[in-house]
């Protein structure tokens, strides 16, 4: 079982940056494949960011085109939280945001954070 909470959301106007943070409990992140989604009124939940993993105990983020360049994610295993640092934020950009864990079967999701870009 796997707890998860976002934070750092607010209004930002464009241009802005803005650091969203996913803290977990229950299970340290380490066991699972961790990623930041969003959603809008009307529109399917989509993936931003996803961390996978490569030789070993090295990850790197998967991201949407629409976030490319802007957009990092990150982990820090020691605190068991996962980051999403967004910059040059676009109106576009405003969603709620979701922190997502995910081992096998299992697929855990935050409340959401709101994000709201003003132009």
């Known amino acids: 079982q796997v707890q998860l909470e976002e934070s750092g959301g607010g209004l930002v106007q464009a241009g802005g940056s803005l650091r969203l943070s996913c803290a977990a409990s229950g299970r340290t992140l380490i066991s699972y494949n961790m990623g930041w989604y969003r959603q809008v009124p009307g529109k399917e939940r989509e993936s931003v960011a996803v961390?996978?993993?490569?030789?070993?105990?090295?990850?790197?983020?998967e991201y949407a085109d629409s976030v490319k360049g802007r957009f990092t994610i990150s982990r820090d295993n020691a605190k068991n939280s996962v980051y999403l640092q967004m910059n040059s934020l676009k109106p576009e950009d405003t969603a709620i945001y979701y922190c997502n864990a995910r081992s096998g079967p299992y697929n855990y999701w935050g409340q959401g954070t709101q994000v709201t870009v003003s132009s």
């Open positions: 961390t996978r993993w490569s030789r070993g105990s090295i990850y790197y983020g």
